[in-house]
């Protein structure tokens, strides 16, 4: 069964730092990825989707890589505002249909 | 707007007794998805449905039913089986065949699930 992992579970920077949010998965025959952002008592709100058969995708301040073979994925956060403070979560779509969430790293921007 | 819609927003339930959590979307979606997030860990699939009177067990679906009726409708029942059943319920829905797919996942915003 495909396992995610999110390490930091907690990060705090100050405010204009650039940043980097990990993710890793132990099944390589994935479909797709996807970064989510996630508020206090929130629903989830995805950021970017990675298509198995590409590198990375940007949208903004936020670029998130994948890398297939060694099972890991980043989301790099450029010049952190306050308003980025939430919660990121990563998720695998594979085999099952279905999809397979990591627990997230909960992020504090100071300002 | 399109989107997710889930009510309630906080729902207690007594001990042997059943509630029903409703989640009713406009995106014209034909997947539906309901999840259950505890603190700390990630979302766990309960049920899900790729189209109208279909679903399939997720990971967690013990305790729990489901129906899909309707396109825009995927109500979710937290039976007295469901010895455990705290926790944030969230709704989500995918254009077509979801995690197979290349479609973004859109998410209601939750509800909040006590016993009390």
């Known amino acids: 069964k495909q396992e995610v992992t999110q390490i930091p579970a907690a990060l705090s920077v100050p405010e204009g730092e650039n940043l980097v949010l990990n993710c890793s998965f132990t099944?390589?025959?994935?479909?797709?990825l996807q970064w989510f952002r996630q508020d206090p008592g929130k629903g989830l709100t995805s950021l970017l989707l990675?298509?198995?058969?590409?590198r990375e995708q940007t949208s903004g301040r936020l670029n998130a890589s994948l890398d297939k073979s060694s099972g890991r994925s980043t989301l790099y956060i450029a010049a952190s505002q306050p308003g980025d403070s939430a919660t990121y979560l990563c998720?695998?779509?594979?085999?099952?249909?279905?999809?397979?969430f990591g627990t997230g790293t909960s992020l504090t921007v100071i300002p | 707007d399109g989107g997710i819609t889930q009510s309630p927003k906080y729902l207690f339930r007594k001990e042997g007794q059943n509630v029903t959590l409703s989640c009713e979307q406009n995106?014209?979606?034909?997947?539906m998805y309901w999840y259950r997030q505890d603190p700390g860990q990630g979302l766990r699939l309960i049920y899900y449905?790729?189209?109208?009177?279909?679903?399939q067990k997720g990971d967690i679906a013990e305790g729990y039913s489901v129906s899909r009726e309707k396109k825009e409708s995927f109500p979710l029942t937290v039976t007295s089986a469901q010895k455990n059943p705290t926790a944030f319920y969230l709704c989500?829905?995918?254009?077509?065949?979801?995690?197979?797919?290349?479609?973004?996942?859109?998410f209601g915003s939750g509800t909040q699930l006590s016993v009390l």
């Open positions: 990675i298509q198995s058969s590409q």
């Open positions: 995106l014209n979606h034909d997947a």
């Open positions: 099944d390589s025959a994935i479909y797709n």
């Open positions: 449905s790729q189209i109208v009177n279909d679903f």
């Open positions: 998720a695998v779509g594979g085999t099952g249909n279905q999809f397979y």
């Open positions: 989500a829905s995918s254009p077509s065949q979801g995690a197979l797919t290349n479609e973004k996942l859109f």
